[in-house]
Structures are given as C-alpha cells and as structure tokens.
C-alpha cells in the first residue's frame, strides 16, 4: 500500500488505467521487472505474474487497496489529484507550485484538443485559486449552472503558466 508503480516490465506506466492492462498483457506463470517508487526511492522488484484468485478473502482485502480511489476525482475529462510530494516528485513539480494535479487525460476530450497533459497543474479555475480536485469541481458546475459555454484555466506546466478556454458541455 502508498507504492507508486512507474513500470512494469520495460513499459511506463502512466495512468492508473495502463497498469491493469499492461498486466493482462502479460502470461500468466512469466516474470517482469515491476519499477516502484517507495519512501523517496526509485526501486526495481521482480515479480511472477500469477491468476487473481477470487475468493472471500482476496475480496476482504479489495477495499483496502482502493483508498485513494475516491481522493482521484474527474472534471471536464481531466483526472484531478491534490498535489503531495510524492506526486510532486513523479510529475516534477516544484515546491513552489501551488494547485490541483492532472494525473490523467481523456484523449477525446476538449482539454486534451488544448494540449493539457498529465503533469500540468491547474492554478485557478474561472481566475478563483484552487487546491483540490473538489475546488474545481464546484466552479466548474458553478459555471455551468451561469450558463457559461466555457471555463478558463491558469495552467502550470513544466514551470510556464499558460491560460486555456475549455469549453462546457460537451
């Protein structure tokens, strides 16, 4: 529990959708190398790939790998994360950046058409600071419900802040 899984076995794992499915890749019985990061340190374990088992106590144990889930929250095709140092440290955003982390992007939403990718930082939402996944949430659907037909996000990316017009709606 709290391990962040970079990779497994050679390919990068970048969303939390990629991994299940870089997974099912795999044979069952075969071996990867599994590349973690684990209090501050990058590490490589070696693992077999084996049948997930579904009996009562695997299915005991299914809720508590699964805290974070709700903390992940998904607006305007965008997975929002608040930002912590091991998510600073993953995505390389400063200490000094403040906001919500877009950990995913929906390739067919509006925000992906605008270049937003994982890694950039949303600093305010209709030019109102945020700091958590809920923060925009609420101004998104506060801007809805005004009937506007887009939202205007303050990007930080890679340390440059740019502004994008995302529209509503759709």
């Known amino acids: 529990t709290g391990d962040i899984v970079l990779a497994f076995d050679g390919r ?4 939390m959708r990629d991994l299940p499915r870089v997974v099912a890749e795999a044979a069952i019985g075969s ?9 501050g340190e990058t590490l490589t374990r070696r693992i077999e790939v084996a049948r997930l088992e579904n009996d009562d106590d695997e299915e005991a144990d299914s809720p508590e790998t699964e805290p974070a889930a ?9 997975g929002l994360s608040e930002l912590d140092d091991d998510l600073r440290r993953r995505f390389g955003v400063s200490e000094e950046t403040d906001g919500v982390l877009v950990t995913d992007v929906d390739p067919l939403s509006a925000a992906a058409e605008k270049g937003v990718r994982p890694g950039d930082v949303i600093v305010q939402v209709a030019q109102r600071a945020v700091s958590s996944p809920q923060e925009v949430e609420a101004i998104v659907l506060s801007e809805e419900k005004g009937g506007r037909n887009s939202v205007l996000l303050r990007i930080s990316a890679g340390g440059n802040i740019r502004f994008v017009a995302i529209r509503l709606g759709g």
């Not at 903390?71 to 095709?77: D, I």
């Open 12 to 15: 990068n794992i970048e969303t």
């Open 31 to 39: 071996s990867a190398d599994v590349q973690i990061f684990r209090d």
């Open 70 to 78: 709700p903390e992940k929250t998904v607006v305007l095709g965008l």
